[in-house]
């Protein structure tokens, strides 16, 4: 009796793999994978997510000629710093010489004919680090920290001033 209950087990499990398996190989067949290619779909979904990457491209293009805008829209330079938008703030470290890390957007650099530096925005502080790798005689690297609360001519002063 109990190899007659294995056999009917074993079938029964054999029909179930079987079925399971056509099924799935059904699925990945070359006329199921056809029905649902992109020309099934109405064509307006792709016209609007054409038109959405249209813009993104336009305001990346549209960066640069704002930069200027930004300059003109800076708050006077003896207000503190956190009272400056990102985009000023941004604009303004462009206006300097710096220019920004492609790996973090936070970080920006700067090359002086004495000196090389790294320059972080944090949550709190704006961190200016001096690079011993760059012109210079620095023994180590120098890194000095300004509130957002001074302001921008101060800060300005400072960083440019040099390790």
Known sequence: ????????????????????????????????TNSFSPISFPSSNFSTHRRIRRNRRTLILSKSATQDEWLKSLPDKKKPLYSHS?????????QL??????????VWFIEKPD????????VTDLYIRYLKSGPGNLDKDMERRF??????EDIENAILGGP
Request: aromatic share 14%.
């Open 115 to 122: 000196w090389h530096a790294k320059l972080s925005l944090d």
């Open 86 to 94: 990102l985009p000023c703030i941004e604009a303004w470290l462009k």
């Open 1 to 32: 009796m109990e190899t007659s209950m294995v056999s009917s087990i074993s079938s029964s499990c054999s029909t179930r793999f079987n079925i399971i398996n056509s099924y799935l190989s059904s699925l990945f067949s070359p006329s199921f």
């Open 147 to 152: 509130s957002y609360a001074l302001s921008r």
């Open 97 to 106: 010489g710096f220019f920004q890390s492609n790996d973090d957007r936070a």
